[in-house]
């Protein structure tokens, strides 16, 4: 679909936002010591429920939107939608035939529970390259997210629209704007009806196009499954800190969109407190790269993704991202020791990449019958 530029993350050091917890008790403090209360807004994390489940789509898409042209294409296909990572994202899967041939695409809902927003980040299958999120909340009884993008080098406004919201249908509007939000052209229509109430992995839809993985398709097969975790976190990194942390915990890794994408969910515990991420990996067919993102329950928005390729059984992914003020250049590294071990390492660089610091290091190590 459309060409997109990077996402700056809001996620410090990817696990930072562990600590925005501290700033929302301080400031409910300051309202406390204030002698008034907090003006209370409404808890939207259930409004993305009515999409859940299998979905006949009919899609209208105009082929130039913005110049005023109303050639357009009709297709048809399946839409598949269920809870993840406990409920505090949801998944979708888009396949589509039509003139031009198979479409398919990912889209991860997140929701930030601090500025009771969702957020909502696309992948297209054949480009393989994260968009930027859009970004909104439920009004008026419709979704209206927003986001900012590129389309043939003029920078525009992207609004999604999901309305008409009924127990067994929903429509989907995405529009454009190149004046600031004062007009919209409206570029991909869905009308949608229900095939089924829930959905599970197995309705996912097959991976049509999997010729585009060549090999590539196999290299996270190492890490599927369930997992308990050993992690150590240095507290202070770049800092010349020694302090380091042990959580324990445990890992959950699937397979999803055919094998194009998995979904990593991670929770530990220990002395410096209790951390919880999602990462969301999935393959760019048009680079032969894997690229990685990370999302916390604090900030409903992926960062900034790491991209890299498997060498000899390990990936290591790298990104660039502010860190207490600073531009560092983040590594991510994943490896299996043998096929019920593994260990991933994450590490920063403030010089450029001429030395690295390791600061979290989890060893993981397989639970052949989990529980459920």
């Known amino acids: 679909m459309k060409p997109s530029f990077r996402l700056r993350s809001l996620i410090l050091g990817r696990v930072l936002g562990l600590f925005a917890v501290v700033l929302t008790i301080a400031g409910q403090n300051a309202w406390a010591e204030a002698g008034a209360n907090p003006p209370l807004e409404r808890d939207g994390q259930h409004d993305f429920d009515f999409n859940i489940g299998v979905w006949h789509s009919h899609i209208r898409r105009t082929l130039d939107p913005l110049s005023g042209s109303t050639q357009s294409i009709d297709l048809d296909g399946v839409v598949t939608v269920r809870k993840v990572w406990g409920g505090r994202a949801e998944l979708e899967e888009i396949e589509a035939d039509g003139p031009k041939g198979h479409w398919e695409g990912l889209t991860l809902f997140l929701y930030n529970p601090k500025s009771h927003q969702w957020s909502q980040s696309f992948i297209n299958s054949k480009m393989g390259e994260l968009g930027p999120p859009s970004v909104g909340a439920f009004r008026d009884d419709r979704v209206e997210l927003v986001s900012q993008d590129t389309v043939d080098g003029r920078s525009i406004l992207v609004r999604a629209v999901w309305s008409d919201i009924k127990p067994d249908s929903h429509h989907y509007e995405e529009s454009y704007s190149d ?194």
């Open 179 to 372: 004046d600031g939000g004062k007009t919209w052209q409206p570029s991909f229509n869905a009308n949608l009806t229900r095939e089924k109430q829930t959905s599970d992995p197995g309705d996912m839809p097959v991976n049509l196009d999997s010729e585009q993985l060549n090999d590539r398709s196999t290299d996270f097969d190492f890490d599927f499954g369930t997992w308990k975790t050993h992690s150590s976190r240095l507290l202070h990194p770049l800092t010349g800190s020694t302090t380091w942390a042990d959580m324990d915990g445990v890992t959950v890794v699937r397979k999803v969109w055919g094998g194009r994408a998995n979904l990593a969910e991670y929770q530990a515990e220990g002395s410096a407190g209790k951390v919880e991420l999602m990462s969301l990996r999935w393959y760019n067919p048009v680079a032969h790269q894997w690229n990685l993102d990370f999302a916390t329950p604090q900030i409903g928005v992926l960062g900034i993704p790491g991209v890299g390729e498997f060498k000899n059984g390990r990936v290591d992914f790298y990104d660039q991202e502010p860190i207490n003020g600073k531009s560092v250049l983040v590594r991510f590294s994943i490896w299996g020791v043998t096929p019920d071990i593994a260990q991933s390492e994450q590490a920063f660089s403030d010089d450029g990449g001429k030395t690295w610091e390791v600061n979290w290091v989890t060893k993981y190590t397989r639970i052949k019958n989990p529980a459920g």
